[in-house]
């Protein structure tokens, strides 16, 4: 028997994933881009900021009654109800917002929400410990790692790198292709679609990169929670003594 350990699902090589936060009226578009090309993203939303009614010039947030369907083919996540700054506030307001947040996101989803990104990109030890406690399963930092690994911590998801720091220097995607590594490689991109805004070239940029990174047969578009089920159910496998045996 021949097992791989350092494959995604499918065998795939590589793993790619979007992260982006906040939910405001940028990801219509944004989303539109991703399901063009077939890349996968998960959005961390603020849903006390969602608004009752469409307003077509508006850049504010989304609307309450299109979050289930625009976010279809994409994993919702939880941002903070409210967006609260996780280490100048109490914990228990930090909690509050967090629980806030899921309700409200599961209510109008219809999904299960199991994990997050942290607002503002902050988090200290009684942050990572309330996560915990609430079952929170992952949470990205803003902590660009310019590399592709898979976390150790999944409450500590690092990602590789903003989408901007591809726009000034797209070789870190022939490195992620083209240099040879052990285990799994994840291509970890986030950012916030407002940063997009108005600018025509940055979106211009942006479906440049999902069509560059689109297509591929040995690469396997995911959300944050289909790359963390895999990889706990892979390091979760027990072995017999000669390897030669596997429990899943």
């Excluded at 991703?34 to 010039?57: M, P, Q």
């Excluded at 307001?93 to 990104?117: F, H, P, Q, Y």
């Excluded at 309330?130 to 660009?144: I, N, Q």
């Excluded at 997009?196 to 040995?218: H, I, P, Q, T, V």
């Amino acid at each position: 028997m021949n097992i791989e350990h350092n494959v995604y699902k499918d065998g795939k090589d590589y793993c790619i994933t979007m992260s982006f936060d906040d939910g405001r009226c940028f990801d219509r578009r944004l989303i539109h881009i991703f399901n063009k090309y077939g890349i996968k993203g998960t959005f961390h939303l603020n849903s006390e900021r969602f608004v009752d009614e469409y307003d077509a010039n508006s850049t504010g947030y989304i609307t309450n009654g299109e979050l289930s369907g625009l976010y279809a083919n994409h994993e919702i996540s939880m941002h903070g109800a409210d967006h609260l700054f996780p280490t100048s506030v109490p914990i228990r307001a930090v909690i509050r917002d967090m629980e806030k947040d899921r309700e409200k996101l599961e209510r109008l989803s219809g999904r299960i929400m199991r994990g997050m990104s942290y607002p503002f990109g902050a988090y200290n030890e009684d942050t990572l410990y309330a996560m915990r406690v609430l079952g929170v399963e992952y949470s990205r930092t803003t902590k660009p790692t310019f590399m592709f690994n898979t976390p150790e911590d999944f409450l500590l998801w690092h990602p590789t790198c903003h989408f901007k720091e591809i726009f000034k220097d797209n070789s870190i995607i022939d490195r992620f292709f083209n240099d040879y590594a052990w285990s799994h490689r994840i291509f970890y991109i986030w950012g916030h679609s407002f940063e997009l805004g108005e600018y025509e070239k940055m979106w211009a940029n942006m479906e440049a990169l999902c069509e560059r990174l689109s297509g591929r047969d040995d690469t396997w578009y995911a959300t944050n929670i289909e790359i963390k089920d895999y990889i706990t159910a892979q390091r979760n496998l027990v072995f017999n003594y000669d390897c030669n045996k596997v429990y899943n």
